[in-house]
């Protein structure tokens, strides 16, 4: 089992409509959970973190973790076709500062 | 601000060869970072700076790897000799404060072993 497992996609979606990405985790006393973005040959960007139950909003995205179940959500409402990218699922290791990224998710919104 | 920028962007060389990355974090970040991704595969952790210490070295694949950040600012990271398996890109990301774990990642140098 992977320690962070994304659906790799790729995921198409029509302009204006709702993306959700989603991401299950093996370490069960991770605490941190960021959501990146990756354009093709770009380096990975931050665009969310969460570190505690429920949903965290910012702007079009929503991200939305559920502890107990191991799962951590990328809602991204809106959608516009520069949305499309690769976003990354990480987790920060149990007592550690090393982070677990996921292989991605491949998102195509359609103009 | 500057962020964190990687050099070179691009090296070819052959099996055998050595090849010497280097990192410069965002001005004020203690904490810096090496990762690789080979093709196909996910980011993968090599390892953590704090200042010029490693505070965890847990990925680096084999001792043909080997990482400095001497004085505590840049970094460089030396594969002798490269091998095939080596190829893939090397990301390097630097923080501020290692507890929040949000990192900032430099273009990457993209190595390619013949």
């Known amino acids: 089992q992977k320690e962070v497992e994304q659906n790799s996609g790729p995921l198409s979606v029509p302009e204006g409509a709702i993306a959700s990405l989603n991401c299950t985790y093996s370490d069960r006393g991770s605490q941190s959970f960021f959501w990146y973005r990756q354009y093709s040959g770009k380096s990975p960007e931050l665009i969310m973190s969460?570190?505690?139950?429920g949903d965290k909003e910012d702007g079009r995205f929503t991200a939305q973790l559920n502890k107990a179940s191991q799962y951590v959500s990328l809602l991204i409402r809106d959608s516009q076709p520069s949305d499309s990218a690769t976003y990354l699922c990480a987790v920060r290791n149990t007592g550690g500062f090393k982070t677990i990224f996921g292989a991605g998710t491949r998102l195509f919104v359609k103009a | 601000e500057a962020g964190v920028t990687q050099f070179p962007s691009h090296s070819v060389i052959e099996k055998g060869q050595t090849v010497t990355l280097r990192c410069d974090p965002i001005s004020g970040h203690d904490n810096l970072y090496w990762y690789r991704r080979v093709m196909g595969k996910e980011i993968k952790f090599l390892l953590h700076f704090v200042k010029e210490s490693k505070q965890d070295e847990s990925g680096m694949p084999n001792n043909r790897f080997l990482a400095e950040r001497t004085g505590g600012t840049y970094s460089t990271l030396k594969v002798q000799p490269a091998e095939l398996e080596d190829s893939g890109v090397y990301f390097c990301a630097s923080s501020q404060d290692a507890r929040t774990g949000e990192l900032f990642f430099g273009e990457g140098s993209r190595l390619t072993v013949l």
């Open positions: 969460i570190y505690s139950n």
